[in-house]
Structure formats: structure tokens, C-alpha cells
């Protein structure tokens, strides 16, 4: 991309050493065993991973959203699944908590977050609240000097593996009346419910966490009561750009196997790329991946220059979100098919990649609910609704 700058190349080195050395030999065994990879997060803490937004006067990196998301297509080039945990972490999390949180909150928090010693997840989507996330129904009642916390999350990505949430409740009547409260294991009246058996992603432990009467000190509260739409949003649009890096690091590693391969395999007497309709799959693949990608970096570049209102953010977000998933998923599909046979067994790694690749069309805004906030802003909301 033009706009990289040399900082920005030296950490895509240093994330594509990391990956290959620390990544790439165990994803295999954890993709099949649905394992997680704890010992790369103390080894992310080491490299300046884990904080890459928070600033460095707070101990980490002082990153921008460009760094973010090429750490996401570098790593999900290797490992999608420590990729997605990785990001619930370090931007659902940690961003949010270096963003939002007080000093008493971040000196809490961040030393243990940004060295590995602690995993973060965030926790906003319910059972019977999706995409519709404002319909959540955990509630949290505050009593003298304290919250009560009552109700469920699901679907929350290192669940099963966090110890620390950070989590939105109702705290009044109106749909807006959203607050947000830091949730440590240990808590009495916390506890992580199922852990979800996936398709992909398998390497991320996505789980439920349970509030049956949690205690919170008012101190566990992040911002103001009843105003944390505004911050849930603006971090909506970060994971939706960053995300994206996964897919087209997902998508780059289709091609690179994919285009090997064709140059190799031999079918009636020609390596099968000679053949027009691999060149096809090839070529499209390849021109959409670099569309998705330099727009995708668009969207993070005007969200480091803070050029966009935020209307005009949650659009650019959207776009490339809506576009890179369903590229990633499209191109690992492709790849598998290039691969004919070989591409449907675990001999390559193709079919994982297809299996992790259709996740980011679901996580982080469905592919239906970013045509709307396009939509809407198109055609307005009156319109749309
Ligand atoms: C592996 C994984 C990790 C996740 N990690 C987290 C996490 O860390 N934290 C967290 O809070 N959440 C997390 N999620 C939840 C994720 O954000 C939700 O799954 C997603 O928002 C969709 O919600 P839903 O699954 O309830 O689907 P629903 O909202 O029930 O949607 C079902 C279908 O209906 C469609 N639909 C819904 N409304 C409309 C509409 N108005 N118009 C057209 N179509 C519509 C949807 O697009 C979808 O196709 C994760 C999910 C998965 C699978």
C-alpha cells in the first residue's frame, strides 16, 4: 500500500516471522483439537502485540489502525482462529479499556493485558439479541455503591478462556440506556457457561458467560451510566476494519497455494494452470483480494486521519467488511476447487482457511445488517429504517 510507512513494514516482518515460527506449527493439531494457542499471547505481550492502540506512555505500542490491521492479515494469513482471539483481545478489549477506561481502571488492567499474563474477550451479543444487539436484556440494578448484574452473553470469542469481560447491560428502560461494566473471573455470581463446538474458527474458544446475581463495585463501571452506544459503535467500526485484515490474509494464502499448486499438478499432459478456467478462478481471485485490500486500508488510513464523521466511518467500515469477508470466503472456495480432491481433505490447508473465511460474513455485523447501515446511508433512514 503507498501510504505504509517504514514502521508499518518493520512490524508486517517481524508479525510474518512471528507467525511462521510461532503460529504455523501448531495450528493444525489445535484446528483439529479445538485448542487454543496460549503460549502465543505471552509471546504477542513480548513482541508489543497486545497493546498495539494503547498509547506508550501507557505501555503499549501507540499504533495506528493501519499497524492493527496489518498484524490481523499477516497472523490470519497463518492462523485465523488465534487471529480472531487475538483481536477480541487486543481491540475489543484493550482498546477499549485504554480508550475508556479511568487511570484506576487502566493501571488495574492493562500491565497484566498487554504482557499475555491475562486474556480479554468482549461480551455484548445475547441469545435473543444478535444483530439486534440494543435488544439485550442482561440487566444491571444498581444498589448502594454497587451493581447487580443478572443475565447472560453468548457467542463471546476466548469465553471459555478470558479472564477478563468487557461487557454491556441495561441499566434503565429505554433502548439506549446501555452501560458497560469490567467483569473479572473470579467475581462472585460470574461464571463462563458452554463452550460452542464450530465449524471453524476452531482455534478461538467461543463461549456463554452467565451473571446470576454478580456484584459489581460501582468501580467496575466504564464511563458514564447509560451512555455507551456512542463508545460500542465507534469500536464496532475498529473491529469491522481490522477484521477484515483476517479475510484477506485468509484470502492471500488461498492464492498462494492455490497458484502453486496449478503451476504443479498435471492433467492431460499440462500443469492445470494452462487450463483457461483455473486462469480465471486465479486471476479473479486474485483482482478482488487487492480491491478488498486497498480498501480496506482506505477505510483504516481515514480512521487514523480522522477525516470521516461518524456516519461516514460506520459506512466505510461496512464496505470493507461486507466486501473483504465474503471476498475471503469466496477465494478459499476457489482454492478448493483448484486443488480438486486434495482441496477437500485436510492434506492442505485450503479447507480450513474456507471453514475460518465464513465466520467474518457472520462475526462483527452479518453481511445483511452491513448492506443496511450502507443503505441507510444512501438512501437515508427514513427511507430504509
Ligand atoms: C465465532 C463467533 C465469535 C463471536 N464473538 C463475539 C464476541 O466476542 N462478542 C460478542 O458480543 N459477539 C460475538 N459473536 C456474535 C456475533 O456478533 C453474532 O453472531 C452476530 O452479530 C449475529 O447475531 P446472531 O448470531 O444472533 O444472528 P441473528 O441476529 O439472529 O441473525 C440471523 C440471520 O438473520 C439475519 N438478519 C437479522 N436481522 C436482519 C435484518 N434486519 N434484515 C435482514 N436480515 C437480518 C442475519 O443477517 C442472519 O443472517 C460471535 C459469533 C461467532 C459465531
Not at 492502540?53 to 499497524?67: M, Q
Not at 439479541?129 to 442482561?138: H, I, P, Q, R
Not at 469465553?159 to 428502560?173: I, L, M
Not at 492434506?347 to 447501515?373: C, H, Q, S, W
Request: some cysteine.
Amino acid at each position: 500500500m503507498w501510504f505504509f510507512s517504514e514502521e508499518h513494514r518493520m512490524l508486517q516482518n517481524s508479525v510474518r516471522q512471528f507467525s511462521t515460527q510461532e503460529l504455523t506449527p501448531c495450528i493444525e493439531k489445535l484446528d483439529h483439537e479445538e485448542g487454543f494457542n496460549r503460549e502465543a499471547f505471552f509471546k504477542m505481550g513480548e513482541l508489543g502485540l497486545l497493546g498495539i492502540t494503547i498509547p506508550e506512555e501507557e505501555g503499549g505500542a501507540g499504533l495506528d489502525a493501519v499497524s492493527a490491521t496489518l498484524v490481523m492479515e499477516e497472523m490470519g494469513a497463518v492462523d485465523a482462529s488465534t487471529t480472531l482471539s487475538y483481536l477480541a483481545h487486543s481491540i475489543l478489549c484493550v482498546n477499549q479499556i485504554g480508550k475508556n477506561g479511568t487511570s484506576e481502571q487502566k493501571k488495574k488492567y492493562l500491565p497484566k493485558l498487554l504482557s499475555g499474563e491475562w486474556i480479554g474477550g468482549m461480551g455484548m451479543s445475547e441469545p435473543d439479541a444478535g444483530s439486534d444487539a440494543l435488544a439485550m436484556k442482561t440487566k444491571a440494578i444498581r444498589q448502594e455503591g454497587h451493581y447487580l448484574l443478572n443475565g447472560s452473553k453468548t457467542w463471546i470469542t476466548n469465553g471459555p478462556v478470558g479472564d477478563v469481560f468487557y461487557c454491556y447491560a441495561r441499566t434503565g428502560e429505554k433502548k439506549s440506556d446501555i452501560s458497560t461494566f469490567l467483569i473479572d473471573r473470579d467475581m462472585p455470581g460470574f461464571s463462563t457457561g458452554k463452550k460452542f463446538s464450530k465449524m471453524g474458527m476452531r482455534a478461538s474458544p467461543t463461549g456463554e458467560l452467565v451473571f446470576a446475581n454478580c456484584r459489581l463495585p460501582e468501580t467496575q463501571r466504564v464511563g458514564q451510566e447509560g451512555k455507551s452506544i456512542k463508545m460500542m459503535m465507534q469500536n464496532l467500526d475498529l473491529e469491522r476494519i481490522t477484521i477484515s485484515g483476517i479475510s484477506l490474509g485468509i484470502a492471500r494464502a488461498s492464492i498462494e497455494v492455490a497458484t502453486k499448486y496449478a503451476k504443479e499438478r498435471m492433467a492431460f499432459g499440462k500443469p492445470i494452470g494452462a487450463f483457461q478456467q483455473i486462469q480465471e478462478r486465479l486471476t479473479e481471485a486474485s483482482a478482488w483480494y487487492e480491491a478488498c485490500r486497498s480498501l480496506t486500508y482506505q477505510a483504516a488510513k481515514l480512521w487514523d486521519l480522522g477525516l470521516m464523521n461518524d456516519k461516514d466511518a460506520s459506512m466505510m467500515a461496512a464496505k470493507a467488511k461486507l466486501q473483504s469477508a465474503q471476498m475471503g470466503t469466496q477465494v478459499a472456495l476457489d482454492a478448493i476447487q483448484i486443488l480438486g480432491g486434495y482441496g477437500y481433505t485436510r492434506e492442505f490447508p485450503v479447507e480450513r482457511y474456507m471453514r475460518d473465511a465464513k465466520l467474518i460474513e457472520i462475526g462483527a455485523g452479518t453481511n445483511e445488517i452491513l448492506r443496511i447501515i450502507i443503505a441507510r446511508q444512501m438512501l437515508g433512514a427514513d427511507v430504509v429504517g
